[in-house]
């Protein structure tokens, strides 16, 4: 169990990256009721639930959604997560369930348009901060771990019989080779995400651009300094130079949202 400021505990989850998880999970063996409706997302849902409540005793918690209403990622970048495939049927139905579930809960339901998870999440971590809790965000997205701080940190769920994770400022340098965690803000907009279809540098892979912020540590410094690099990466770097900013605002979480704590 976690410790830290047990009295201002904060847990905020990443509703539909653990509900997806939670769906998918029970994939080879889908939980079918009597009534033959797939209940794999809320079952797996609740289970996450019941577990942090149990286990972790937040003092403070909430679910945050996406909403269906584009963002301003979208009005910048109009491929942005356009490569995502439908959600399955089943799982869609499920949701309105999932939200009675954790209102029966007495749990707040947090959601705005314009406004993806991460960034209410984002926000509201550092409120909470402000206001003295530790904050748990509990994701398996790695997006996030450019928000990890002294009193901020990604709570990883359990998987494959693993226990959950618990990831501070250290892990998240180590992990990425980086010295401070903005850095990864840099890393993910040169290498892109193919989840979210942000582009990045064409070419450009998760160890390129771990090497790439290891000897320039910014994009906008990268690009200043072409002149360093050689052949067919200065070439790629050269004509994604607009690519590569966009992509690292893309990926770049929001921590101003127009949210109350």
């Not at 403070?60 to 269906?68: L, Y």
């Not at 290891?214 to 994009?219: A, N």
């Not at 770097?237 to 929001?254: C, H």
Request: charged share 25%; net charge negative; glycine share 8%.
């Amino acid at each position: 169990m976690l410790t830290k400021n047990t009295d201002k505990k904060l847990f905020l989850l990443d509703a539909f990256a653990l509900i997806y998880r939670a769906y998918f999970a029970f994939s080879n063996s889908p939980r079918i009721n009597s009534k033959g409706f797939n209940t794999s997302a809320v079952f797996g849902f609740t289970n996450t639930l019941l577990e942090i409540l149990n286990k972790e005793k937040p003092s403070h918690i909430a679910v945050v959604f996406d909403t269906d209403a584009p963002t301003q990622r979208h009005e910048e970048f109009e491929a942005y997560k356009a490569n995502r495939e439908e959600m399955p049927e089943d799982l869609r139905a499920s949701i309105p369930l999932i939200i009675d579930l954790i209102k029966g809960f007495n749990i707040e339901v947090i959601g705005l348009p314009g406004y993806e998870a991460d960034d209410l999440i984002g926000t509201l971590a550092r409120k909470a901060e402000n206001l003295g809790y530790t904050t748990y965000m509990m994701t398996p997205d790695k997006d996030y771990g450019q928000l990890v701080d002294a009193n901020t940190y990604i709570y990883k769920p359990a998987r494959l019989g693993n226990g959950a994770e618990v990831l501070g400022v250290e892990d998240i340098c180590k992990k990425w080779e980086i010295r401070n965690v903005g850095e990864l803000i840099d890393i993910l907009g040169l290498m892109g995400d193919k989840v979210d279809n942000i582009p990045g540098i064409p070419g450009v892979g998760e160890k390129t651009a771990i090497q790439l912020i290891k000897d320039f540590g910014s994009i906008e410094n990268l690009l200043q300094n072409t002149d360093k690099l050689k052949g067919k990466l200065k070439e790629k770097v050269e004509n994604n130079k607009e690519m590569a900013i966009q992509s690292k605002r893309l990926a770049t979480i929001i921590i101003d949202c127009p949210i109350e704590f």
